[in-house]
T-cell receptor
Framework: DGGITQSPKYLFRKEGQNVTLSCEQNLNHDAMYWYRQDPGQGLRLIYYSQIVNDFQKGDIAEGYSVSREKKESFPLTVTSAQKNPTAFYLC???????????????FGPGTRLTVT | GENVEQHPSTLSVQEGDSAVIKCTYSDSASNYFPWYKQELGKGPQLIIDIRSNVGEKKDQRIAVTLNKTAKHFSLHITETQPEDSAVYFCAARSSNTGKLIFGQGTTLQVKP
């Protein structure tokens, strides 16, 4: 059963703690993305990676970090420097990031992070 | 900067009626326009998309139209059903970066 998995579905943390969100895909996609979604708003890009061992900042990268050591995994760390970390975090993947003929992005089920 | 404007923000229709959601984009070189449906607490699901070399695309009750000159594209849902109730997002692919730029979303309510 192919797809994108994110875990956990709900995550609670105390202010000042770093937290890592998991994203795994078995679609053999090259590109992976992290988005943040706040209530009543669209999706904003945090980081993206077009190939293993490479990633770029999106529009709201401050306070976040990522790694891409394996093709199927793209974990996101929300650091204590992120001023408003409470949000719904979505991971996505696509066959090719740029320059390809397939642009479709597919999303995981999301992780809802609450920081108090 | 590049942006996508989506209207309306909320839309309520009776079951069986049609629903239309419109988006306007700023990057005239954008070449790919997907639509996503997001149910409460879930990730967005790609429902239909269109490329810049096509004016219209249909998939059963769903269609998307693209007007490159006016830089806008629309989602049309016919014979709406209660299960169509969700938040719908449009997006445009940036020609510079390849990233998707998303609209703010439309909450569609289909009343039985």
């Amino acid at each position: 059963d192919g797809g994108i998995t994110q875990s956990p579905k709900y995550l609670f943390r105390k202010e000042g703690q770093n937290v890592t969100l998991s994203c795994e895909q078995n679609l053999n996609h090259d590109a992976m993305y992290w988005y943040r979604q706040d209530p009543g708003q669209g999706l904003r890009l945090i980081y993206y990676s077009q190939i293993v061992n490479d990633f770029q900042k999106g529009d709201i990268a401050e306070g976040y970090s990522v790694s891409r050591e394996k093709k199927e995994s793209f974990p996101l760390t929300v650091t204590s420097a992120q001023k408003n970390p409470t949000a719904f975090y979505l991971c996505a993947s696509s066959i090719e990031g740029t320059g390809g003929i397939s642009y479709e992005q597919y999303f995981g089920p999301g992780t809802r992070l609450t920081v108090t | 900067g590049e942006n996508v404007e989506q209207h309306p923000s909320t839309l309520s229709v009776q079951e069986g009626d049609s629903a239309v959601i419109k988006c306007t984009y700023s990057d005239s070189a954008s070449n790919y326009f997907p639509w996503y449906k997001q149910e409460l607490g879930k990730g967005p699901q790609l429902i239909i998309d269109i490329r810049s070399n096509v004016g219209e695309k249909k998939d059963q009750r769903i269609a998307v139209t693209l007007n490159k000159t006016a830089k806008h594209f629309s989602l049309h849902i016919t014979e709406t059903q209660p299960e169509d109730s969700a938040v719908y997002f449009c997006a445009a692919r940036s020609s510079n970066t390849g990233k998707l730029i998303f609209g703010q979303g439309t909450t569609l309510q289909v009343k039985p």
